[in-house]
């Protein structure tokens, strides 16, 4: 559906490497008064922002003539001026021709840009006919927290917008679901056509070919933020700080430049990310970003909080998006979206990761969840002084063990599968004791509520692994079994990660019992999915320093 620009992205020089496009990082600068402001500018400017955008709707108390001289003298880059009114989601409640007077002196003092809203756009633009500057340029923006309308509807706004005389366009819509992301991005292709591309001229209305500025609010927007690069925007947002938000879900501008490397994104960068819900806990683009910019590769890799998972896939269908790791609740009912699964996935049924074929575009569904987890428990049992020569001909330390999986989700069929090809016993523990018995039926196993837990009868070289969302951030004070009943097992393993060490864990270390953090799994898993994504090598020290830096 979505398709990258049809020409290379402008270069430009800066912090010792090329830009591979022209897409500008403003930092909204929103303290309350003008000394702080002056102080944030130079901040902002120190972390790599192209601009700032000087949000007067913020400041407690403004004499209009000396502050406005002030901000546009002092600040070390190119000036956006705001007075954005409650109307449209700022600070403003009074005089509007007070505010649109403010607007015109920042003008007149030499803003570079000021944004005004398309409901007074026709007549502010005309109040300065004559008199505008030539290096000063007009934001008409267009604020919708209900929704994302339609395409026709957006391209419909967008005409409207470039007929005021805007010399940039800006809509922010709220994001009820992922997808609506897709229909600003396609806007903002057919908006603003790159140098050779003219065919696409005859799309809708759209033909003054206005530069657009296309946000997504709210966490299911945070992809418009990030990927404006590819697609052709204007310019980005990131908060200067974490805390110093103006919009919902803003990254920061450390987050954009250094995480998500957004100067180097460009037509061509494969969009690879993590589906799940919740997502923002993932350190999965700390890590593979990380590495891309490593190893040279063009990708970028981001949170994508996804409700309908068959609704992304039919939606972002392009070879733009190149490949995902598929976390919770959706590691079943990704099987049903791809075009074929790996045997081994098909027998687990269920999938953590995804590729879309380069020679053919179909989605190829994997399991490595399977792999990193039951590595890292025998890993874990190799050190284990409970090992108890459990050791045998099958070479795996899990032959003969009882291994207790609480869940029955996609994870925990990947660990339930793991251990009984490596020899385990294995029983499924769930609050919801029908689909423990579904499961293990499934890999030939015994089932349990989770009520019942604490009274399996105990034995030698026990293993207790959890592939819930139990004592995951932010509910970390939570676990799916109390202290006392952990003292029967000889190895506890937690597939959480965020936090590293959960109460789960740090309650089976107070017993003595030899723990696994989740965050073995994660790198475990991660190697072969990079490989997948990539058609490189992993470089599994780097995997495991970036990890360590970022745990």
């Not at 049809?6 to 591979?20: I, N, Q, Y």
């Not at 180097?264 to 593979?288: C, E, M």
Request: aromatic share 8%; proline share 5%.
């Amino acid at each position: 559906m979505l398709s990258s620009s049809c020409s290379d992205a402008l270069k430009v020089e800066g912090e010792g490497m090329m830009r591979r496009n022209s897409t500008l990082v403003c930092v909204p600068i929103i303290a309350e008064s003008v000394g702080e402001m002056v102080t944030d500018m130079g901040k902002a400017k120190g972390l790599g922002a192209d601009l700032v955008e000087i949000r007067l709707d913020y400041l407690k108390t403004f004499n209009h003539n000396e502050d406005l001289k002030c901000l546009v003298k002092e600040c070390p880059l190119p000036t956006l001026f705001s007075y954005r009114p409650k109307w449209a989601g700022g600070q403003y409640d009074s005089d509007e021709k007070n505010r649109l007077d403010a607007l015109r002196l920042a003008m007149d003092l030499g803003a570079d840009y000021v944004d005004v809203e398309l409901q007074v756009a026709r007549e502010f633009i005309s109040s300065i006919e004559g008199k505008k500057p030539e290096k000063l340029k007009v934001i008409v923006s267009s604020y919708n927290f209900e929704e994302t309308p339609s395409v026709e509807a957006i391209g419909n706004l967008v005409a409207a917008m470039q007929a005021t005389g805007a010399d940039i366009v800006k809509i922010a819509t709220t994001c009820l679901d992922i997808t609506d992301v897709a229909r600003t991005f396609q806007i903002a292709v057919h908006s603003q056509v790159p140098s050779g591309c003219e065919e696409l001229a005859h799309v809708g209305k759209l033909r003054n070919f206005v530069p657009l500025i296309g946000l997504g609010l709210g966490e299911r927007g945070l992809i418009s933020r990030i990927l404006s690069a590819k697609f052709g925007g204007y310019l980005t947002y990131g908060m200067l700080e974490p805390g110093t938000v103006s919009a919902p879900s803003q990254p920061t501008i450390k987050d954009l430049i250094h995480l998500y490397n957004f100067r180097q994104i460009g037509p061509d960068t494969k969009v690879f990310g993590v589906i799940s819900k919740p997502v923002s806990h993932s350190k999965s683009p700390k890590l593979y970003n990380e590495v891309f910019k490593s190893v040279g590769f063009d990708g970028v890799y981001a949170h994508l909080l996804v409700d309908d998972i068959q609704k992304f896939f039919q939606t972002y269908s392009s070879m733009d998006f190149a490949g995902f790791s598929v976390g919770i609740p959706h590691k079943e009912a990704a099987l049903k979206c791809c075009d074929e699964v790996d045997p081994v996935a098909k027998s687990i049924g269920a999938i953590n990761c995804i590729i879309r074929r380069p020679a053919d575009g179909k989605l190829f569904g994997f399991n490595t969840d399977y792999v990193g987890a039951i590595s890292a428990i025998e890993e874990g049992l190799k050190g284990s002084h409970n090992n108890n020569g459990k050791n045998t001909t099958s070479g795996s330390a899990l032959a003969g063990r009882l291994f207790v999986v609480i869940g029955a989700g996609g994870a925990s069929k990947a660990l339930a599968y793991g251990a009984k090809q490596r020899g385990a016993r294995v029983v499924i523990a769930n609050r919801t004791y029908d689909r423990a018995r579904e499961l293990a039926d499934t890999v030939g196993g015994d089932a349990l509520s989770l009520d019942d837990l604490p009274n399996i009868p105990p034995e030698d070289g026990m293993i207790l692994a959890n592939t819930t969302s139990i004592g995951m951030q932010p509910k970390v004070d939570d676990t799916p079994i109390s202290k006392h009943a952990l003292r029967s097992y000889s190895l506890v393993f937690d597939a959480i990660y965020t936090p590293r060490v959960t109460r789960l864990l740090r309650e089976a270390a107070e017993c003595g019992v030899t723990v696994v953090s989740g965050l073995e799994m994660f790198i475990g898993q991660a190697y072969e999915q990079f490989e997948k994504f990539t058609g490189l090598p992993a470089p599994k020290e780097l995997f495991r320093k970036v990890m360590e830096n970022h745990s």
